[in-house]
């Protein structure tokens, strides 16, 4: 059973350009949640999805990033114009969402350098 | 959202010895997870423990949910366990971290 599935690994991007990180899910979870921890700090919840819904997107900047998760596929994190405060790494989560069983999967995380 | 508080925020340790993380929080919660991110920055699952204890090798971990507090507790120490553990509580539609403990196992 593999487990989260990120990629790229790492990611370089001039400012102004897009990046597009891709996450898929351990096998049989639908809820996928996106993260993300800048150099020294924790880890800021983005956004929760589960097939074909934002859930919550509250830890979400308001311009230039988007989240999908769709039917088929893996959940995608979109940033357009990327900015040199961009740069972080970006984990994505995975777990089953079903009552008493809620543990949640990290990926290796893709690591993004805006240069 | 709910406040984790993690202690100490770093530990410096010799090789063999035990040490104990804390982790407190402000809510009830629905579950609790411990990780490890090794200097590699992967996130390791420790411990899925909304409630009891658990013991994984030299590792294990209680909370106590209605004082709500966990604790994890190494044994033995090694320097592969290295790195920072977080301590993450789910409340809501997300998981809040704790801002890590970082340990240094020198050998």
């Known amino acids: 059973n593999a487990g989260v599935m990120q990629n790229p690994r790492h990611l370089v991007r001039r400012r102004g350009q897009e990046a597009r990180l891709r996450c898929s899910p351990m096998k049989g979870h639908s809820h996928v949640y996106w993260y993300r921890q800048l150099p020294e700090e924790g880890l800021k919840f983005m956004v929760y999805?589960?097939?074909?819904?934002?859930?919550?997107e509250s830890g979400m900047p308001k311009e230039r990033f988007s989240a999908e998760f769709p039917k088929e596929g893996p959940s995608i994190l979109r940033i357009q114009q990327v900015v040199r405060g961009d740069s972080a790494a970006y984990f994505c989560a995975s777990s089953p969402g079903v009552s008493g069983n809620t543990e949640a999967f990290f990926g290796q995380g893709t690591r993004l350098t805006v240069v | 959202g709910i406040q984790v508080e993690q202690s100490p925020p770093d530990l410096i340790l010799q090789e063999g010895a035990n040490s104990t993380l804390r982790c407190n929080f402000s809510?009830?919660?629905?579950?609790l997870q411990w990780f490890h991110q090794n200097p590699w920055g992967q996130l390791i699952n420790l411990f899925y423990i909304p409630s009891g204890t658990k013991q994984n090798g030299r590792l294990s971990a209680t909370t106590v949910a209605t004082e709500r507090y966990s604790l994890l507790y190494i044994s033995s120490s090694q320097t592969t366990d290295s790195g920072v553990y977080f301590c993450a509580v789910e409340g809501g539609n997300q998981f809040y971290f704790g801002t890590g403990t970082s340990l240094t196992v020198i050998p």
């Open positions: 999805l589960q097939k074909e819904n934002i859930i919550d």
């Open positions: 809510d009830s919660v629905n579950n």
